[in-house]
């Protein structure tokens, strides 16, 4: 999108680390792109404030070696992505450069100041035309697809464009570059504009055509604790915080691999400095359990580079969500997982510290709230031009400094989000995996996901609340187990904590280490869901504490061990029959 008017120059006058103050002549306005030229080198940066003929710019990249007096180009555009076929198994940085071919020219070692074109200008895609000359198109309109890995990719009338649009000419099925001109469409004042498969969008501007509408739809995860306990909605937003080490990058892996979703775009904020390093090594190589397909093909990547500031990990986020957008008005479902949110949000605070803005708590800026809630917002289903739905789902993980969740991003992501799935360093440290919290955890969809499971299993939603009852009961005994021990608890309490000892290693856990537990379908675990429901009606009538506890480990590996079994819905109706046998004997 080319700003009109825009003819900026000047030079860098001063410097604080990656931002700039560069005065300047000419035109330019907020959010502007800028390139500061070093020697041969050229450096992206965006223009963050204005004041006089003084703007303020953050650079993208390694600020080394800037002097005062370098020459600065204003470019006339914002921050931009690219849109057009090729973006699925692409792997990109913040400014949309595709890493690997970066990579490819200089080396493992990205070196700064290298930007390449996003998507391939050369390679061809089978085109199918499905408008025809005549028609009236508005935004978004689709003249036609290309295939792109398992997606119909919709070739859309760009989102900049704005008013009604007839189409006066379009090629007929053929293969084409994104360049090359597919149709000709005029608009309302009578003036003509070819387009091809390429469109750019400014990433800081939400992408979206259509009627927003309340999500209904279930995002299966194959995690019990989320499909049962916590489930998501296609839409929907979620977060996971949590400490160090407990689990929230493995979660996210495990969702991005499982989650019933078309597309999914991953927004690696660099946690620590190998972990990107170790998705791109990783993930180009795992296979789809379900399809036998790469992962990748069904994947967009965003990784920040370590060579970077941490400017680009904001860029990085808005990258990801605005190509996220972009495949949801193709009418299907997308899920944008971003690790970690925190360190996005250590960003805006280091920026607005050198922009000496006052700060807020903890010194985030006060702004902080209103940029993560207009971040989730970007999510939710939306009813197209052509009545088709789509749906984006924003996942994010917070790393709240020695997990304490009262810390400003923590608070203003969980005031915003759908589902709440707190990890716990306790859980992880006492190997409970996936170490989500169900005593602090909470979603707003279980009874929308509830009308699609009661099909399933009558009373669904309400045996759901029984067993969180459970939970908490049980941990409430067992804490008091903990000070009075056995001996002063009474049976049928032993028997409630007992019981949700059960639900907790048998379902809540799930190694995501096994091939056969770490996806388990809804089917399955519904199946697993009656089975341990039908134990819990049953009445126990212990004699001695031992006794109870002894029966129910029996009961816990018996039933422990069906989950690293191929499922079989007969070998739960089996353990169903050799449990009620067993209980006669007691
Ligand atoms: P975080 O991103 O919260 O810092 P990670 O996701 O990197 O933490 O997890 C740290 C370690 O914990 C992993 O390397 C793995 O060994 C273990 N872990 C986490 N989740 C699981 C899981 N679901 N099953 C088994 N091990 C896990
Ligand atoms: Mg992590």
Redesign the pocket.
Known sequence: MKLEGSTGSGMVVAALGNLMEVEFQGDICQGEMAMIHLGNLKLAAEVIEIAGNIAKIQVFEDTRGIKLGCPVTFLGNLLQAELAPGLLTSIFDGLQNPLEQVASVSGLFLSRGVYLPPLDRKRKWGFTPVAKIGDSLIRGDSLGWVPEERCKHQIMLPFSYLGTYKVVSIVSSGSYTIEEPLATVIDSNGKEHTLNMLQKWPIKFPLRQGEKIKPSKMMETGLRILDTQFPLLKGGTFASP?P????????QH?LSKYSSVDIVVIVACG?RAGEVVEVLRTFPHLIDEKTNEPLIKRTVMICNTSSMPVSAREASVYMGITIAEYYRQMGIDILLLADSTSRWAQAMREMSGRLEEIPGEEAFPAYLASRISSFYERAGAVRLNNQMIGSLTIGG?V?PAGGNFEEPVTQATLSIVGAFLG?SKAR?DARR???IDPLISWTKYLDQVGIELEKKLPGWTDKVKRISRILREGDEIGKRMEVVGEEGTAIEDMVTYLKSELYEICYLQ????DKEDSYCSLDRQIELFKLLHEIYNLSFHFDSHDEARAYFLTLQSEIKNLNYLPFRQDNYLLAKKAIEEKIKMI
């Open positions: 949590g160090f080490g407990a689990g929230k990058t493995v979660l495990h946690e993980t790393s990890l992880s995996y996936p170490a799930q190694n995501a280490f």
